[in-house]
């Protein structure tokens, strides 16, 4: 996450591409937030595992794994690809990195309570 110029260099921290990666997918319509990462023992060394970003980097590319609660009726394909391009989007427009791949879990729905009348 170093990019070297002639001028210097600048270095990108993983928890800005949290970030990032965060703020854009709750930017789109259907997402409810972000699911808590669930894992074992490795869970506790990886970053952004309570926000529901897991980000790799490797030779300037990105790699990140994204964990959704969507709202109710919503189409979870439309919306999961949307995720996808507007994360990728982001990533290149804000950091100019790379993506190889934007991988989606859905982890729950978040249904409304009904309200009951008497």
Request: zero cysteines.
């Amino acid at each position: 996450m170093t990019e070297e110029r002639e001028t210097g260099k600048t270095t990108v921290a993983p928890d800005v591409l949290i970030a990032i990666a965060k703020m854009a997918a709750l930017g789109v319509p259907g997402v409810s937030r972000m699911a808590n990462v669930s894992g074992g023992v490795n869970r506790l060394l990886k970053r952004g595992i309570h926000d529901g970003v897991r980000i790799d980097v490797e030779d300037n590319i990105v790699t990140a794994r994204l964990y959704l609660v969507l709202k109710q009726d919503v189409n979870i394909r439309e919306v999961s690809r949307d995720v996808q391009a507007q994360v990728a989007r982001a990533i290149r427009e804000m950091i100019g990195m790379d993506v190889d791949r934007i991988d989606i879990h859905i982890e729950d729905i978040d249904y409304e309570e009904e309200a009951t009348t008497a």
